[in-house]
């Protein structure tokens, strides 16, 4: 019997496309995740105020819904493989611009074009999974979102101690180095043939379906109502987790450690999840059983915050399953690498674009009100309406 890699219908092995896929899973996080326990810090130097800072934390996930709309579209016309490396080239560039001293303007204007870069990715990587490891996508999609949570906690329990050693401007440049090197690696695909699947079908160069069928599909609705709410939730409290710690009188060293640790814990949840989900006849238990979690961890944050470290991994792990929950449904709710595409577009388009609502509102409120508990109570409400969408997303049913 032969040792030798399997090898895809695009003649590279397994194992390279898995290894091209984790690396482009590490970037895909922590240029965006280094702000948060930084965010008070960078409104100091900047003399930008919370309801601006709240914008500057939505803007990932307004970038990220934006690009999704349109990146399917990109991905059929010049592949997938050359979409993903001029986004990481893109990434490369909008986060070093975002670490020149030019005040506000390239903060800014670093974070929206990193945000899109990052977007291409959050897009195309479900498809990737889909074509190349059509057997095998919870799995696999639980080992690249802990992946791309770990790297995420790095960026986010190392920020304080290198902005305190190096200045925030090049903690925040840091991840450029990253996204340059992973193009490099990611570049070994580009000789892989457009459309090509594991199994030699073309279906990802397939035009659309006429009609639109995507969006007029309750399944993709459901999908894309799942998604909105998990990432509401996470980049809400990505970006506002550090101050609502230091608001109860965490140090804001202690709050980005435990930040990086309400990530960190992630890279358990998506391995644990992503196992049961691969053996599941469906997803309605799993996704019922993370919404429980998060409502003990936040409603823990409120009547409970001496307990901060414990809600702190407890919320962590229900938000890492979430997210692997909602980049599997793309997946398993579509028939076809294809349909992966368009379904991840709509889902992450839509998705991230009400997502973004969740940082503004928080800033927004803490300026008008003074205190976090409003923020928290919203955040109860969506985990509760979550679960609801989650009893009809989770059926093992697909897309037209």
């Known amino acids: 019997m032969s040792s030798a890699p399997q090898r895809s219908a695009g003649g590279q092995s397994q194992l390279l496309l898995l290894v091209t896929v984790l690396i482009v899973a590490a970037n895909l996080r922590p240029a965006i995740t280094a702000v948060g326990p930084l965010i008070e810090r960078i409104g100091e130097d900047t003399g930008i105020g919370p309801a601006a800072l709240g914008l500057l934390g939505a803007i990932p996930a307004l970038g990220f819904g ?10 059929r016309r010049w592949g997938l493989e050359r979409t993903i ?12 611009l975002r670490s020149l001293p030019l005040g506000a303007f390239s903060l800014f204007a670093g974070t929206v074009i990193l945000s899109a870069a990052v977007g291409v990715g959050n897009v195309l990587v479900p498809a990737v999974v889909k074509r190349d490891f059509p057997g095998r996508v919870p799995a696999m999609t639980g080992l690249y979102t802990a992946v791309l949570v770990g790297c995420a906690a ?5 920020a304080v101690p290198m902005a305190e050693a190096l200045g925030w401007e090049l903690t925040l440049a840091a991840s450029a180095l990253l996204a340059l090197v992973s193009a490099g690696v990611w570049s070994t695909r580009l000789n892989r043939p457009r459309g090509v699947t594991s199994a030699g079908d073309p279906v990802l160069a397939a035009p659309e379906p006429p009609g639109g069928s995507m969006w007029r599909s309750a399944v993709a609705w459901q999908v894309t109502a799942y998604f909105a709410l998990q990432s509401g939730v996470f980049y809400l409290m990505l970006t506002w987790f550090p101050a609502i710690q230091t608001w109860h009188g965490v140090s804001e060293a202690s709050a980005g450690f435990w930040l990086g640790a309400y990530q960190a814990i992630g890279i358990l949840a998506s391995l644990v999840v992503g196992g049961v989900m691969q053996r599941a006849g469906d997803q309605r238990l799993p996704l019922l059983a993370l919404a429980a979690i998060m409502l003990c961890g936040v409603l823990g944050i409120i009547a409970l915050p001496a307990a901060m470290p414990a809600w702190a991994l407890i919320v962590g792990f229900a938000s890492g399953g979430n997210l692997l929950v909602g980049l599997t449904l793309i997946s398993m709710r579509a028939r076809t690498a294809g349909d992966a595409s368009r379904l991840s577009g709509m889902a992450q388009g839509v998705g991230y674009l009400l997502a973004a609502i969740g940082p503004l509102l928080a800033g927004s409120l803490f300026e008008l009100t003074g205190t976090w508990s409003p923020v928290l109570w919203i955040v109860v409400g969506a985990v509760l309406v979550m679960a609801v969408v989650g009893v009809f997303a989770g059926r093992n049913v697909h897309v037209p």
């Not at 934006?66 to 991905?75: D, Q």
Request: no cysteine; proline share 0%; glycine share 14%.
């Open 66 to 75: 934006g690009v999704a709309l349109f990146v399917a579209a990109a991905g």
């Open 85 to 96: 490396f001029v986004s990481l080239l893109l990434l490369t560039l909008g986060t070093v």
């Open 154 to 158: 790095v960026a986010s329990g190392t």
